[in-house]
């Protein structure tokens, strides 16, 4: 499938947001054009953020992977929902306390927020990925929320990716401990427009000048669209061509791959006084 017509009304582009898992990479395999998409950022001098649900790891960890991959982006351009939900916490109640399943992305990004880690009365119980789900830690945060913790998750993506196959990931969890307890997390990962708001917030865009570019109907475009960004679909990840009309609404422009919108981030820059470009991405 080629990259779709752009509608008329045309705006700049100052800033772009992009999902990584699907779109700049499958695994630790780079999806072609992903290199060249972050460099034409780079060149223009835009402001952009690399997003991913995936709380496992730091944003050092996911440079580094990224950059073995042949991606070079720099370490403050990526933004999890580790860091995200850190971010809220920090917010909500500042310099609380924890009992958190997950790995170094989400307890580092709670330490550094000011947050405590306990398993003894803690404000909240954090649920994020990690690939040794503990029988005893489940029953742990079952017991603290029906003591009264309250329940957050990182992200409510069932499964994940692996070279073996799916893996269940935070929202299976998720659904096992609100089974037992009766209590639904808020849940700050994608497709909570929040996770977006707080990205578009870090790099000081305005979603009227922002593009978010993802592989999934059901989190990267829903989510773009409420904070009011136009989309970008491609077609290396989870949603198939035929499953795009299926949903009540639509992605802004739909492109086989994230090499289709190399093109698009110096065609839709704003110009050397920033005028209005032809074409609206």
């Known amino acids: 499938m080629a990259i779709s017509p752009p509608p008329q009304n045309a705006a700049f582009i100052d800033a772009w947001l992009t999902d990584m898992d699907g779109v700049l990479v499958h695994e630790e395999d780079p999806i072609p054009g992903a290199a060249e998409f972050i460099e034409a950022l780079k060149r223009e001098g835009l402001r952009f953020q690399v997003l991913t649900n995936n709380s496992i ?110 893996l269940p990931a935070t929202g299976s969890v998720a659904a096992l401990i609100t089974a037992a307890t009766g209590r639904t997390p808020y849940y700050v990962g994608k497709p909570n427009p929040l996770m977006m708001r707080t990205a578009l917030n870090r790099i000081e865009a305005h979603s009227e000048h922002t593009v978010m570019i993802g592989d999934r109907m059901d989190t990267d475009v829903i989510s773009g669209l409420e904070v009011g960004m136009r989309t970008i679909l491609v077609l290396t990840g989870s949603t198939r061509p035929d499953q795009v009309e299926h949903f009540p609404y639509r992605p802004t422009r739909i492109a086989d791959s994230i090499a289709d919108v190399v093109d698009l981030v110096r065609e839709r820059a704003p110009g050397p006084h920033g005028a209005i470009t032809v074409n609206d991405a």
Request: hydrophobic residues 35%; glycine residues 10%.
């Open 57 to 166: 790891y730091t944003p050092r960890d996911l440079r580094a992977r990224l950059l073995g991959s042949g991606i070079d982006v720099p370490e403050d351009a990526i933004w999890t929902s580790a860091l995200a939900t850190a971010r809220f916490l920090a917010d909500q109640r500042p310099d609380g306390s924890a009992y958190v399943i997950g790995e170094a992305g989400l307890t580092t990004a709670l330490y550094e927020a000011g947050y405590t880690m306990t398993s003894r009365d803690p404000d909240y119980v954090v649920l994020g990925e990690t690939r040794t789900y503990s029988f005893e830690a489940i029953t742990r945060a079952i017991r603290l929320i029906e003591g009264g913790a309250r329940f957050i998750a990182t992200n409510p993506d069932v499964s994940g990716p692996s070279p073996e196959g799916k």
